[in-house]
């Protein structure tokens, strides 16, 4: 009976531990593309729709300590067209600084990352299929369309606003498969979506060492004047992160209810 107990004992326990790892690796992995795909912290207006932000105060917010590089965003829902297929995405808008603070580059699975001064746009590969579209296709170029801003010169105008962009490279990730980010310069999305200048939707950052985000939201505060909403990359993948530790709570559950089951039969 105590070889038998010895034996139950040891393959629940193996058992456990092999389903737990393969299980944690998998999380890594999956949280791999958080990691690339959205920053460390991201400033968000708190009182405010917008951001308005001067060039001297976003200097400013680079000297904060270990803040290492900050990109403001510009980012809202467009209609794609290429060649009669039409659909949703989101179009983001991102600053020179954009690939330091996030590894979107080291996503792309062909083409180039952007190059400042050009109406190019990066696309993702569920995007690219829907669309049936490829990089530097000059067979036709990919129409954005947005809703005119209204104002007293645009009555009578058409009511929407529609730029061409051809697309610089594919990336590939999970966060695309439901959201269909589109990534052009900040200038173009500022065309588009008709912004005034230093006017931003959040700013994205990179830091360094253990930050606390009570702290670098006073910094903040003292730049910008203003209160802000400050999340973290966990923060902005809340869902995900409950998702993942839900299933671990559930699978170790379940294993633990294994292994009270086998004591009871055996003994």
Known sequence: MNMISVIVISFSTASLFIVLSAFSGLKTFGLSF?????????IKPKNENKLIVSNEELSKIDLIHNVV????????KVVLNFKNKTMMAVLRGVGQQYSKIVQIDSLLISGDWLEGGYSEVIIGSSTARQLNLGVYDYSDLLKITVPRRLNKSTINLNPFKSETALVAGIYSSIDDMNKFYVFSNIDFARKI???????????????QGNTNIKQLNKEIFKVLGKPVTIESRKELNSAIYKMLNTENIILYFVFSLIVVLFFFFFF
């Open 69 to 76: 590089d900050s990109s403001p965003v510009i980012e809202d």
């Open 193 to 207: 979506f008709q912004n005034e200048v230093n006017e931003y939707d959040f700013i994205d950052l990179k830091v």
């Open 34 to 42: 958080t990691n690339k795909f959205d920053p460390d912290f991201r």
